[in-house]
């Protein structure tokens, strides 16, 4: 369980097949997601065993595959409403501060968040946690069960 005050960092790896910068081999990198100062960031770093090129890209541009690495190292975590009475019109506004989402889009999260709870990354999570926060929303992080 997290209780985040919103000014921490935190960040989930897992390794990632990236090309050399230098010669083009694919190497076993590591991709880095994190949540800096309310900001959600994605780095990139690697070593090349055929060329030995070192390298770090930090603030990377989001790419396919990203979220769904993080997720099969790490695990999914889940962001929970604590206690019950809070609106759902309240949730919505707090949720498309930090997500570009419609006001249905928006409902149908809050809905999710009251009855099952948000999935996702550690680093999403406590992004959109800490929108929730701010407006005055209880809520905490867990880790899902794996089976």
Not at 138 to 146: E, L, N, Q, T
Request: with cysteine; hydrophobic share 40%.
């Amino acid at each position: 369980m997290s209780r985040s005050t919103g000014t921490d960092i935190v960040t989930e790896s897992s390794p990632y097949p990236a090309s050399c910068i230098e010669c083009g081999a694919t190497t076993d990198s590591t991709l880095t997601q994190a949540l800096v100062g309310g900001h959600v960031r994605w780095d990139l770093d690697g070593c090349c065993a055929a060329c030995g090129a070192v390298w770090a890209s930090c603030d990377h541009p989001d790419q396919a595959g990203f979220r769904e690495a993080i997720l099969a190292a790490n695990g999914p975590s889940i962001l929970e409403i604590e206690g019950d009475g809070v609106p759902v019109a309240l949730v919505m506004r707090a949720l498309r501060t930090v997500r570009s989402v419609s006001l249905v889009q928006a409902r149908a999260m809050a809905q999710r968040l009251h009855e099952t709870g948000l999935e996702g990354t550690r680093v999403d999570m406590e992004s959109i946690a800490g929108a929730l926060r701010r407006s005055g929303i209880p809520v905490w992080i867990r880790k899902a069960h794996r089976d």
